[in-house]
């Protein structure tokens, strides 16, 4: 009679997850071993050929690349920012609420606005960066979404912003868990304030960093909205990310099959990245 | 989460359907759900009601056309009945290749009717009919067009009412029309043509010019490569590269038209879609002409058609057919026109008295319709999709200079030759 108590309380949320997210999963891998079929050719087993397919695509490859600066660009930077912004807006400051809005502000917009938002920023001329850099230095107008060099860290830049208050906010939690002896007792030894920030609150702040770095992974591969809006992946897909293509892939072109095979590698590719972070970062974390 | 509001959305308005109702008319309708035409055509919808008692249509809005391709063939998947749906003209061999849609000569087999598959004008029509019949009812269509800012022309002492005629025209006058401040910054650009979003569109028309449509009427053969075709896309990079006249890289779609009535561009090419929108806020007068030639003039259209769906009874094909022939009467059409810039789609529609009067008091308003006689189909083949990407990569890759015009174009052209091979 337990049992069957025990699992009727599992099915609900056992039905959610083995629908929207087990069966998707096991059937994605299913379909990238067939070919897209149409009324006219039907689909049938090729195999790994769907795979073979893909690594002779240069646009997997350049996106791939793409989205690895893309995760080096963003996830350090958007860190490092939320710890400094932590660190700050944890001690006695006038209007301190108020600061702690602002930073988290960013967060609360939904992405395609702030992509709605941005795109007037880098707007040539008559955008905003373009209109403070004449007025400041004189600079001439950049057409920051239009050249391919420029493209990928300015929509990182963007990234950065939006992201970095999120991760602040868990920085913030974990700063107020610490006991406030330690501060004390540091200062009666005569520590100096940022000795004991690296010998003392950095390393209890580890279990936080490795969350962190964990959510900011994933999002550096899972963030594409603001795509939709500033580049549609240009120019020439030089700000193209994995996600977007599997999109491009799946809607535009209907290649179903080469779709489910992409989104088999970022699966696997997010599966590897959350392992090796466990296992090298696990060490050196100090769980209380 | 669109989706997921146009589930609801279909779900409530399919229980609100009163019992009275004969026959249900659901179709998908490719805006953003409370846009300003959904007013518009709510108010088609309850009027043609209204004259047609036992037929309840329902329109859907699916957000872009995209969005609305998506949830069309979804619905179609899941048994949902949607016997009509306005989708983008260039997923005619999609949607044949999924075997989904109907010729519209299978229902409209009277004299009348037959008749009426005749009356849109024919460049609207290239982008509908395949092997001889007519899959798509033009309705919601545009062409580019060249929009000019008169101040400025007067400025650089150009005549305000010319515009440029032809590729050599453009060129000078847009030198003339830079402007740079004191540090040699330039305040305003000569021309602009945007190139993210729809490339492929604006090209078409760049090559068109130069004499060539890119692609074949069957749509398995793809025209990228010809010398003609390379000496267009040249002319798009010089007009960056060597006039500089035209910001080099690429020109970003979503803010031309900001661009454009900020006064930082005299010159723009652009959407007929746009037209009303630049009304509203241009603070100079501006005027709107065909685009320049080179051998000859040329434009694409563009926009959505009425496509009939296979899965259906013989009733709701009657009564799709009476509601799209009601829709795209002359005087409806010419309404439609002056409601949201796009053309309208037959010849008498410009023949009623309204659209005379609109178009006598804002001239602008028919330049589009005068550029049909030029005008070629918008790029659209089997493999769509794809086909449609490479010419976009190649052409945005030639205009940010990471490859010459020649090399992009081969390379595009090798590619969809490879993936339209199956298809001839």
């Known amino acids: 009679m337990k049992h069957v108590y025990g699992w009727l309380l599992l099915t609900p949320a056992a039905i959610l997850l083995v629908g929207f997210t087990h069966y998707p999963a096991a059937a994605t891998l299913f379909d990238s071993f067939f070919s897209t079929g149409t009324a006219v050719r039907p689909s049938r087993f090729v195999g790994f050929g769907n795979y073979a397919a893909l690594a002779e695509d240069p646009i997997f490859w350049q996106v791939l690349g793409n989205n690895l600066w893309f995760a080096l660009g963003t996830i350090p930077t958007a860190m490092a920012l939320a710890m400094v912004m932590a660190l700050w807006v944890n001690q006695r400051l006038p209007a301190r609420a108020l600061v702690r809005m602002a930073y988290f502000t960013p967060t609360v917009l939904p992405m395609i606005a702030v992509a709605n938002i941005w795109l007037f920023f880098y707007t040539p001329q008559i955008g905003l960066l373009d209109k403070l850099g004449a007025l400041l230095f004189g600079a001439p107008s950049h057409n920051w979404l239009g050249d391919p060099d420029l493209v990928l860290p300015a929509t990182m830049v963007m990234v950065v912003w939006k992201e970095a208050g999120f991760f602040m906010i868990f920085y913030l939690a974990a700063l107020q868990s610490l006991p406030p002896e330690l501060e004390e007792a540091a200062k009666i030894e005569g520590a100096s304030r940022w000795y004991f920030f690296r010998r003392v609150t950095f390393p209890l702040l580890m279990p936080t960093t490795l969350f962190v770095l964990v959510n900011a992974t994933i999002n550096s591969f899972k963030l594409v909205d603001h795509l939709f809006i500033l580049t549609k992946g240009g120019p020439d897909n030089a700000s193209s990310l994995l996600l977007y293509y599997i999109y491009q892939v799946a809607f535009s072109f209907f290649d179903t099959a080469a779709a489910a095979t992409l989104t088999v590698v970022l699966l696997v590719l997010l599966a590897v990245l959350a392992v090796a972070q466990f296992l090298l970062i696990e060490r050196r974390v100090h769980y209380r | ?424």
Do not use: C
């Open chain 2, 1 to 424: 989460m669109k989706s997921v509001a146009g589930l609801i959305a279909a779900v409530l308005l399919a229980a609100a359907a009163p019992a009275r109702a004969d026959v249900e008319l659901t179709f998908y309708y490719p805006i953003a759900v409370g846009g300003p035409l959904t007013k518009v055509i709510d108010g088609y919808a309850r009027q043609f009601e209204k004259e047609h008692p036992g037929i309840k249509v329902n329109p859907i809005y699916a957000g872009n056309y995209d969005d609305a391709r998506i949830k069309a063939l979804a619905a179609l998947k899941a048994g949902q009945s949607a016997p009509l749906s306005v989708l983008y003209s260039i997923d005619l061999y999609e949607l044949i290749e999924q075997d989904v849609i109907l010729p519209w000569d299978d229902v409209a087999t009277s004299a009348a009717d037959k008749a009426w598959l005749k009356v849109f004008y024919p460049a609207l029509m290239m982008n509908g009919i395949y092997k001889g019949k007519v899959y798509g009812i033009p309705f919601q269509r545009s062409t580019i067009v060249l929009y000019w800012n008169k101040d400025a022309f007067k400025e650089a002492g150009l005549d305000p009412e010319k515009p440029p005629a032809n590729w050599n025209e453009m060129a000078q006058m847009a030198a003339k029309l830079v402007k740079k401040d004191a540090r040699g910054n330039v305040e305003r650009w000569g021309v602009m043509v945007p190139s993210t979003g729809y490339p492929y569109w604006m090209f078409q028309a760049f090559a068109r010019q130069n004499g060539h449509d890119l692609m074949n009427p069957e749509g398995n053969r793809t025209n990228y490569a010809h010398p003609d075709v390379i000496a267009a896309l040249q002319y798009w990079r010089d007009l960056g590269a060597k006039h500089k006249v035209m910001p080099q890289g690429t020109v970003e779609w979503g803010t031309l038209r900001q661009a454009f009535t900020e006064g930082k561009t005299a010159m723009m090419w652009h959407t007929t879609g746009n037209l009303t929108a630049v009304k509203d806020t241009a603070k100079f007068p501006f005027g709107v002409a065909m685009l320049p030639a080179s051998r000859q003039r040329g434009s694409p259209t563009g926009g959505g058609n009425f496509y009939l769906f296979k899965k259906t009874t013989p009733e709701e094909r009657k009564a799709a057919l009476a509601f799209v022939k009601w829709l795209t009467a002359p005087e409806r059409a010419a309404d439609w026109s002056m409601a949201t810039g796009y053309v309208a789609t037959r010849p008498d529609a410009y023949e009623t008295p309204k659209l005379k009067a609109y178009a006598a008091e804002f001239p602008q308003a028919v330049v589009a319709r005068d550029q049909f006689k030029f005008a070629t189909p918008e790029l659209s083949t089997f493999q769509t999709g794809r086909v449609r990407k490479l010419l976009d990569d190649a052409i945005q890759a030639s205009l940010t200079g990471q490859k010459t015009p020649a090399a992009a174009l081969k390379a595009a052209q090798q590619e969809a030759d490879r993936l339209l091979k199956p298809y001839r």
